[in-house]
Every structure is written in C-alpha cells, then in structure tokens.
C-alpha cells in the first residue's frame, strides 16, 4: 500500500474520503456529458454518428488518438510495472503506441483511401463476403474485450474508493460512458477526448510532482539497490516477455479500428497525418511521465502495489485535496477515453454490417436507432466479459491477440491488393481468427485443448494467420487446368 515518506502510515477508506470522492466524480460526469452532449446538433446520419460528418481537424485527430490509447493498462499497470521492474516497462504499453502512430502515419493515404468502409467492409471487399463476415466478429470480438478491459479496472477502482462495490463500479462506469457515446457517436466522443487528454496530462504532471517532493533519484537508486534490482534502469531488461507484449499490441493497433477511424473521420490527409504525427510525440511524453512516476514510487512503497495498484493508494493517501480529487478524475478519464473510443468503434462495424452501405447517407432515423442500440449493445457484452476476467494487462492482451493473430496480415495485405483474393484472406482468417480465438477461451478457462498463455501465444498464432494467407495467395495465383499459363 502506499505510504507518505517517514512512518508507515495505514490508508483506508472513510466517510468523507468517500464523500468528497463522489463529489468530485459527480462534477467530472457532469462535465463530461455537457462535452459530449453539447449544443451541437445531433447526428442526422451514420457518417456523421460514426466519422463525425469527416470533421476532424488535427487537433481534435490528436487527442482524440492520445485519449483513446491512455487507459487503465496505461495508468494504472503500467505504474505498477515501472516501481517493479524500472525502465523496461516502457515497452508493456509506451514504445508499442508510439511506433504504431509511426507507422500509420505513413500509411495515412492508404488509410483514407478506404475512408467510410470499416475493416469488415474493406475485407468484404478485397475477400469476399465470406472473409467480411468472419471480420466483423472478429472487430466487434476485439472492441468488446477492449472495453472490458477497462470496464475490469473501473470496477475495483471505483469500489475502494467510493465504497460500491466492484460490480455496481462497473455498471456506474458502462452507464456513464453510454450516455455520451450512444447519443452524439464519434462527434461526442472526440469532444470529451479534449477534454480528458487536459485532464490526464494535468493529472499526471501533478501526481508527478507530488512524488518528487516527496523522494528524490538518488533514493530511486539506493532502493534499487537495497532491493537488489540489479537491472531496474536497464530499458532492455525483461526479455522475451516484454518484447511478446509489446509486438502484441504493436501488431493489433496498427489494424485497430479505433485509430483508422480517427484517421478516416479527418477533415483531409494533411488534418489526418498531422493529427496522427502529433498524437505520436504526445504518447510519447505522456508513457515518458508515466515510467517516471512509476519509479519515484520505489523509495515509497518499496514492497510495490500490495492489492490496490500504487496509483490507487496514492489517491487514497491524497483525500480530501485537491490534488486526490484531481488524480481521481484522471483515472476516471483514461478508463472513459478508452471504453468509448471502443464501444463506438465497435458499433460502427456492427451497424454498417447489419444495415449496409446504403443507410450511411441517408436521413432516416431508424439506422441512427440501430446504432444506438448497437452502442448499448457492446457496452452490455463487455460488461459481461469484464465480471469474467479480472485482470486488466491479459484482458488488453487477449483483446490485442484477436487483432494480431487474426486480422494484421490480411487487413494490412487489402491495402496493397490490386486483386481480389477471396481464399487467402479467408484462410488467414479461419486459422488466425480461430487461433485467437481458443487461446481467449483457455485464458477465460474453458480450457479444449493446452496452449502457451498470453503472450507466449502470440508467435504461432501469428504464424498460423500469415500461413493460411500465403497458402491461399498461392492457390489462388495456381495456373488452372486448360489456361494459357497451365498449357504452357
């Protein structure tokens, strides 16, 4: 458990602690939805519930992004990883967004050159109806575990310090985001990133600060050293483990949904690929911050997190002031920014695959109902999923997996593709897909078969996903009998 410097000093929840807690969240929500909500007028079609009527300038791209990628694994584990294990936690949730910006920076024309379609819609139609169906499970699959992932951290966190509950936590934290995100779609979402990416930055710096007047470097060191953590300030300590986890998420997010749909809802290519650069440089200050604070807080809660994670402790510690009213705001806000991002993502996939194409520039209100109810939909299924697993890291993991193992390969090949290529992306798919897709279940418990854990199963599901494009490609691409090229 945390502890301010000197004697050990024991932290629990009281009455006022958790009466100025619930005032403080009554305030952030209350902003939150006059964000979301605004006065704007609400959106008259799916392009504009989903991409934002492709309104988004930079600005707006770049937070939106950095808001989406700040969540619970980010604030919350990720602290913990760095007062455990030093600099390499960096590469847990840091070093893998950056390099995903990176590369979809470069990718930013080829990305809006699909602009409208939704990973399904753009597998549809490199590959297939077939190879579209299986893609919209595997989206809406991945949306779902992500939301739950941060549904997993909003229930215990809201529970010790409001006194609630873990599992009315996690309803309170669905029902909040769905109000926004169900009634003004992407256009809400992006507006309440602005403000959430103000109040993690604000957050962090203070929280920051605080450990720093508290303890210094040197004492970092001389923890280190008391704790024999020989390689606490090595970024390439953790071996295999750290660098599974960080191409696991490398591989998902350069296919998520959540990021071309930003891309997709920009204003232009140029709004596009600034907004992704800048969200890039961003994260990477932010996870700079974070690895930071996790390591000021070595000489303070030497034996690491003890049940609560550290960033919990801290704001416990830190009741009734204005700086734990604010930290607590800002865990709330990486929780929200990520769900939502998720669930609207999700929801677009869900509703343009049930309505079709045809609805997206129409007026009638019944494809915005659907969209609606797709939106509570997802909330729903993630909130199931999040009472399941408990752990937020292999939550994302798993999520991150299905992306990966089942979609990177052949999502990234439809960008290129001048052909269509029904039986490779079908393949890829199927094997991949099913990959991801048993190893989830073993991790859930509903063990078939015995398998490597997350990340360890990330090499062979990778592998399997890669082969079956390959073998598809390369039967497809076979001269047939009685063809020039067989006769030949």
Known sequence: MYREPGPPVLVYTHRSMKTGFLGAAAAYVAVLWLAGLGVRRRP?????????SRRLDAPRVAFSLCASWIGAASLLVSVDEACRDGLSAIWIVGLPAVATLVVLTALTRRVRAVSGLTPAGLMRDRYGRAAGTLTSL??????????????????????????????????????????????????????????QFALLAAGMAAMIASLASGTSWEAVRAAAAAAGKTAYFDPLAGGSRNALIALSFFLAWTISPVAW????????DAASRAGTAAAAVLLGLFYAGIVAAGLLFLPLA????????????????RSGTFLGGLVFVTVLA??????????????????????????????DRRPLAAARLATAGLALAALLIAVRLGDILKTLGLASTIMAEGLLVPGLAALFLRKRAP??????LALGGGYALVSFLADAGLRFVRLPAWPRSLPLGLALGAAGFLAGLALERRPRPGSRAAGA
């Open 261 to 268: 749909q930003r891309m997709q809802a920009a204003r232009s």
């Open 138 to 195: 595997l989206v809406v699959w991945y949306m779902t575990a992500l939301a739950a992932s941060q549904m997993v951290a909003a229930g215990p966190f809201l529970g010790a310090l409001l006194g609630i509950g873990p599992v009315p936590g996690l309803l309170a934290a669905a029902g909040i985001v769905m109000v926004y995100s169900a009634s003004g779609g992407l256009g809400a979402v992006a507006r309440t990133h602005v403000l």
């Open 44 to 52: 008259g079609s799916l392009e504009s519930f989903f991409l934002a």
């Open 423 to 428: 039986l490779a992306g079908l393949l890829a």
């Open 302 to 317: 030497p034996g690491g997190s003890s049940g609560a994670p550290l960033v919990t402790s801290f704001v416990s510690a």
């Open 334 to 363: 990486a929780i929200f920014s990520t769900m939502d991002a998720a669930i609207n993502a999700g929801a677009f996939t869900l509703t343009r695959d049930i309505l079709g194409r045809r609805a997206e520039r129409g007026e």
